[in-house]
């Protein structure tokens, strides 16, 4: 028995270029969407299931950076991946002005404006991944060379080593 997803601005921009997808959905009542516990409730392996991270320039550029849930992201990795001399995390504040998601539901499908995104280049060894659908209790899976095209993503290795 599944009940019916309203729509998010991911999905909907998904449907518009008819690329695949498929919905998970995970119940959020009980207050843990920590990455372990999510890959627990809808049984994904944690290196097909990333995290989407904002950050940005001291010059206030932003930048998107999605990595596997379980891992952590180098900064100085990234900041040079990116071109840029440093770079910091956005507040959570910041998040939904920024992107139009919250903590916890941010895709990298469909943010308010088209940020430069990276992605660490482990997601091209799975058929699949896993990202937020755009909020809270919501996965999308779907192919990796998707996610690039729909977001003019970049690969590169931006976690702690």
């Given amino acids: 028995?599944?009940?019916?997803?309203?729509?998010?601005?991911?999905?909907?921009l998904l449907d518009t270029h008819s690329v695949p997808y498929r919905e998970i959905v995970y119940?959020?009542?009980d207050g843990e969407i920590d990455g372990m516990s999510v890959c627990r409730k809808v049984g994904a392996e944690p290196a097909m299931f990333f995290k989407t991270l904002v950050a940005k320039s001291r010059e206030k550029k932003i930048y998107v950076l999605v990595i596997p849930v379980l891992e952590h992201l180098d900064l100085k990795k990234a900041a040079k991946v990116i071109g840029e001399k440093h770079i910091d995390m956005v507040e959570v504040k910041e998040l939904l002005g920024l992107t139009g998601y919250i903590r916890?539901?941010?895709s990298p499908i469909g943010m308010k404006k088209?940020?430069?995104?990276?992605?660490q280049q482990s997601l091209l060894n799975h058929e699949e991944i896993v990202v937020s659908g755009g909020r809270q209790g919501l996965l999308i899976g779907l192919a990796p060379a998707d996610l690039l095209l729909m977001t003019q993503g970049k690969t590169a290795?931006?976690?702690?080593?």
Wanted: hydrophobic letters at 35%; a positive charge; proline letters at 3%.
């Fill in 1 to 12: 028995m599944s009940k019916k997803v309203a729509k998010t601005n991911a999905m909907r």
């Fill in 104 to 106: 916890g539901g941010c």
């Fill in 27 to 29: 119940d959020i009542d």
């Fill in 114 to 119: 088209a940020y430069p995104t990276y992605y």
């Fill in 157 to 161: 290795d931006l976690i702690v080593r």
